[in-house]
């Protein structure tokens, strides 16, 4: 009964959000949040998994090499916690690191149930680690794990993946400060983030050869005719990856491929498109290295150290709250 009442109300939020995105004046857009459901999800698995597309594995790297060296720089209990851990793949080495040192518990937050579920199985096999996942949106899962701290702990946050660059500005440096605001003086939070790199490199990364990134894209709108019910024809559609210079992100869009009006039942909405007119679906922000210090430093983090990866440019930042 209470997981029905729960689908219906992300159903009707989803509805909300997509009428307001659609019905925009000029640029139309839809929440990014949006690309991941099952197939999504999915579909940003094989992603990761391309040629074209290093970051992930570039997140791994300098996780693997740096590990022991992360978890030395943090003194006494810690408490890990991961905004977003997914299967927790990425998680392994730092967990194993800390958990050498003593038992540590470690709270992966995340709204995917199934992501959960995998994350609790696949790190169920390291020694002295209690592992308590929490189905919830960032924030509120970060507090539940600073209101059952003790007294001397200390909790390290793990926001890997740059995922930070998928908030546009500011919204990027105002979720740091919130996460700041939750934390307290001598906590610390590992930051992955994506770097500039030549644009060519970029638009190969979200506009594969093999077109993985484009059905992840189209799988929005595909989405939206399953659960509130739309017509949107997805072969009159196309995806679109850019670089926008001014705010230095890739951006992926949806362009319409001739004059048309989908109706979307559910959202009590008919939307007229003019050809070649896109939908927003997403921005990915690439970051400079002194950038991501200034924005960490502007919400009362101090860098205790950064490394980045050669290979794939990317960055990952361990700051602490002061
Ligand atoms: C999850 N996020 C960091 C990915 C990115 O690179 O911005 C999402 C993605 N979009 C297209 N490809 C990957």
């Not at 009428?19 to 698995?45: C, H, I, M, N």
Request: hydrophobic content about 40%; aromatic content about 8%; overall charge negative.
């Amino acid at each position: 009964m209470l997981t029905n009442a729960i689908a219906a109300g992300a159903a009707t939020e989803f509805a909300a959000d997509v009428r307001t995105g659609l019905a925009k004046e000029g640029q139309k857009e839809l929440p990014s949040k949006y690309l991941y459901d099952a197939v999504g999800s999915k579909l940003f698995e094989v992603i990761s998994e391309l040629p074209e597309y290093g970051l992930k594995r570039a997140d791994e790297r300098l996780l693997r090499a740096h590990a022991q060296e992360i978890v030395q720089r943090i003194t006494g209990d810690v408490i890990l916690c991961e905004l977003g851990s997914g299967n927790g793949a990425k998680t392994r080495w730092v967990l194993e690191a800390l958990s050498r040192r003593r038992h540590t518990y470690y709270f992966p937050i995340e709204i995917s149930p199934s992501a959960l579920r995998t994350c609790q199985r696949e790190l169920a096999d390291i020694d002295s680690v209690g592992i308590v996942g929490l189905e919830r949106e960032y924030l509120d899962g970060l507090l539940e794990v600073a209101a059952r701290r003790r007294p001397g702990q200390r909790i390290l946050v793990l926001f890997l993946g740059s995922t930070i660059g998928n908030f546009s500005h500011p919204a990027d440096a105002n979720f740091l400060r919130e996460i700041r605001l939750i934390l307290q003086p001598g906590d610390s939070l590992l930051l992955g983030s994506d770097l500039e790199k030549p644009i060519h490199q970029l638009l190969d990364a979200y506009d594969d050869p093999l077109g993985v990134t484009a059905a992840f894209n189209l799988n929005l709108l595909a989405r939206i005719n399953r659960e509130l019910d739309g017509d949107f024809l997805l072969n009159q559609f196309e995806h679109l990856a850019r670089f926008n210079p001014e705010t230095r992100s890739v951006e992926m869009h949806l362009r319409s491929r001739k004059p048309q009006t989908v109706r979307i039942g559910q959202a009590r909405l008919s939307v007229p498109f003019e050809e070649g007119e896109t939908i927003w679906t997403e921005n990915s922000h690439k970051y400079s290295r002194q950038e991501v210090v200034r924005m960490a430093e502007r919400a009362g983090f101090g860098c205790m150290a950064q490394w980045s990866d050669r290979e794939w440019p990317f960055a990952e930042s361990l700051l602490m709250a002061i």
